[in-house]
């Protein structure tokens, strides 16, 4: 039973509950995202943050003082170097370790965190490799500690609501998904923001676009869909097959930002602006996937799911119901539907949650990542989640390299789906 009562300096305490042991959760990465993972687990209330590990000691210190400010102990600080984290993990009083470092960092400060005995939480995309996908799986299996994508938008009010219509049957049984990572992300990839990187020059994140062409960001659309149809519990992805466009638009806007001569206005990068991926499932259901980060354009999550009955779509925030929408072929607002099929978490926590980011999904995702931990309990997102919805990045990379082939997907399973339970994605 939750109380509901103590605030701590953040202005929200979901887990302040009198008289249990505090969960321990360790950071490593603690930059943009990772700084505020760091809040989200503080304003939980009944956690407590002992160790943080980072490369920068200025959001090292950055991290610690956010700590100390709250009346906590100093966290201890680890920044020795890129393995310092193992130093972090092998402490005995922590019960979780949460990873937000850069994407090639994922895999290894996870599998060093579930061989530790921890409860591993890491941010997308898990895996860049199908080995390190497959590794994730093997370490989680044989330690039996839990590894939980960080994937957000699973746990967006509309996802939620649309899960529970597709439970209920509204859409009928369904045939395809489509879902998009499109957000302009330019300025993070040749910095823009003098406060994060000297202007102009290409980040981590800009050298992955620069080395590797296909979908780089596919956890944030696949996460949502993989829920929706059941993907490793009742179906499974079997074939992936991706297309790259040209690449033009981030030499287009470098020279545009720092003029023609610039390195990074002459630099080759691999990434075409515009990704497509198609994937197929064993049940036959399909699903159009679609990256870029490069363009000028709204941010777009697409978020369409089709069904024998009917049709919702993310992108215009609409659906249609064969025999219930009141006018045939025409689409009707989803805020309706949002109200009778709001989740209970959000229905308990929705004012609490959007204090948070990304609309009050981050403190969704960080909750029940937490009360997995505190109750020993299997996270809703498991290994098998993570494995697959980030194995799209290397299938594509692959697929786009071998001029389009089309690829089959792992079973990380190993057979399991077939009679593996729905998602849950957690209750208040
Ligand atoms: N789920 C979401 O909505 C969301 C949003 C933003 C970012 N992200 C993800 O979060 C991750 C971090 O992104 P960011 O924007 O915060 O990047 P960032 O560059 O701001 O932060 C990364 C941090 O990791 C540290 N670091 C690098 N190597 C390290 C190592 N070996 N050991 C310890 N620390 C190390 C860096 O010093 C930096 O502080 C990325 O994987 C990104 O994809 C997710």
């Given at each position: 039973?939750?109380?509901?009562?103590?605030?701590?300096?953040?202005?929200?305490?979901?887990?302040?509950?009198?008289?249990?042991r505090k969960v321990r959760v360790g950071f490593?990465?603690?930059?943009?995202?990772?700084?505020?993972?760091?809040?989200?687990?503080?304003?939980?209330?009944?956690?407590?943050?002992?160790?943080?590990?980072?490369?920068?000691?200025?959001?090292?210190?950055?991290?610690?003082?956010?700590?100390?400010?709250?009346?906590?102990?100093?966290?201890?600080?680890?920044?020795?170097?890129?393995?310092?984290?193992?130093?972090?993990?092998?402490?005995?009083?922590?019960?979780?370790?949460?990873?937000?470092?850069?994407?090639?960092?994922?895999?290894?400060?996870?599998?060093?965190?579930?061989?530790?005995?921890?409860?591993?939480?890491?941010?997308?995309?898990?895996?860049?490799?199908?080995?390190?996908?497959?590794?994730?799986?093997?370490?989680?299996?044989?330690?039996?500690?839990?590894?939980?994508?960080?994937?957000?938008?699973?746990?967006?009010?509309n996802v939620l609501a649309v899960l529970a219509?597709?439970?209920?049957?509204?859409?009928?049984?369904?045939?395809?998904?489509?879902?998009?990572?499109?957000?302009?992300?330019?300025?993070?990839?040749?910095?823009?923001?003098?406060?994060?990187?000297?202007?102009?020059?290409?980040?981590?994140?800009?050298?992955?676009?620069?080395?590797?062409?296909?979908?780089?960001?596919?956890?944030?659309?696949?996460?949502?869909?993989?829920?929706?149809?059941?993907?490793?519990?009742?179906?499974?992805?079997?074939?992936?097959?991706?297309?790259?466009?040209?690449?033009?638009?981030?030499?287009?806007?470098?020279?545009?930002?720092?003029?023609?001569?610039h390195h990074n206005a002459k630099r080759v990068?691999?990434?075409?602006?515009?990704?497509?991926?198609?994937?197929?499932?064993?049940?036959?259901?399909?699903?159009?996937?679609?990256?870029?980060?490069?363009?000028?354009?709204?941010?777009?999550?697409?978020?369409?799911?089709?069904?024998?009955?009917?049709?919702?779509?993310?992108?215009?925030?609409?659906?249609?119901?064969?025999?219930?929408?009141?006018?045939?072929?025409?689409?009707?607002?989803?805020?309706?539907?949002?109200?009778?099929?709001?989740?209970?978490?959000?229905?308990?926590?929705?004012?609490?949650?959007?204090?948070?980011?990304?609309?009050?999904?981050?403190?969704?995702?960080?909750?029940?990542?937490?009360?997995?931990?505190?109750?020993?309990?299997?996270?809703?997102?498991?290994?098998?989640?993570?494995?697959?919805?980030?194995?799209?990045?290397?299938?594509?990379?692959?697929?786009?390299?071998?001029?389009?082939?089309?690829?089959?997907?792992?079973?990380?399973?190993?057979?399991?789906?077939?009679?593996?339970?729905?998602?849950?994605?957690?209750?208040?």
């Amino acid at each position: 039973m939750l109380i509901l009562s103590r605030r701590n300096f953040l202005g929200s305490a979901a887990f302040a509950q009198s008289g249990e042991r505090k969960v321990r959760v360790g950071f490593i990465g603690v930059g943009s995202r990772g700084t505020s993972l760091l809040r989200g687990v503080l304003a939980l209330g009944g956690t407590e943050v002992p160790a943080i590990c980072d490369i920068n000691e200025a959001h090292l210190k950055r991290a610690q003082d956010l700590v100390e400010k709250t009346g906590a102990k100093r966290p201890q600080g680890y920044a020795a170097g890129p393995e310092d984290f193992l130093k972090l993990v092998a402490r005995d009083d922590l019960d979780a370790v949460i990873n937000a470092g850069p994407w090639e960092w994922h895999t290894p400060m996870s599998v060093a965190t579930m061989k530790a005995g921890k409860y591993a939480a890491t941010e997308v995309p898990a895996a860049m490799t199908i080995e390190e996908c497959w590794e994730l799986v093997d370490v989680s299996e044989k330690t039996g500690m839990p590894c939980m994508i960080l994937e957000n938008v699973c746990y967006f009010r509309n996802v939620l609501a649309v899960l529970a219509m597709i439970r209920q049957g509204l859409l009928g049984s369904l045939s395809h998904c489509e879902g998009g990572y499109q957000h302009d992300v330019r300025g993070a990839l040749l910095w823009r923001d003098p406060a994060r990187g000297t202007p102009g020059e290409i980040s981590w994140r800009g050298l992955h676009m620069a080395g590797k062409n296909g979908n780089l960001y596919p956890t944030h659309p696949i996460g949502p869909i993989g829920w929706w149809l059941d993907i490793n519990r009742g179906d499974r992805f079997t074939k992936l097959v991706s297309m790259s466009s040209l690449s033009q638009g981030l030499n287009d806007y470098a020279a545009t930002k720092w003029g023609a001569d610039h390195h990074n206005a002459k630099r080759v990068y691999n990434q075409g602006d515009v990704n497509v991926s198609l994937i197929r499932t064993e049940r036959g259901r399909t699903v159009t996937l679609y990256f870029d980060t490069i363009s000028p354009r709204p941010y777009d999550l697409i978020l369409r799911v089709q069904g024998t009955r009917g049709i919702y779509s993310g992108t215009l925030d609409k659906i249609y119901v064969e025999g219930r929408s009141p006018k045939r072929e025409d689409w009707e607002p989803f805020a309706p539907y949002q109200k009778e099929f709001d989740h209970p978490l959000w229905k308990t926590f929705g004012p609490e949650a959007m204090k948070q980011g990304h609309g009050g999904a981050d403190f969704m995702e960080l909750y029940q990542f937490i009360k997995a931990v505190r109750n020993k309990t299997q996270t809703p997102i498991d290994v098998y989640d993570t494995a697959a919805w980030s194995a799209v990045l290397p299938l594509s990379i692959r697929s786009v390299e071998r001029g389009s082939d089309p690829l089959e997907f792992p079973d990380f399973t190993r057979g399991k789906w077939r009679t593996r339970k729905p998602v849950d994605p957690g209750d208040v």
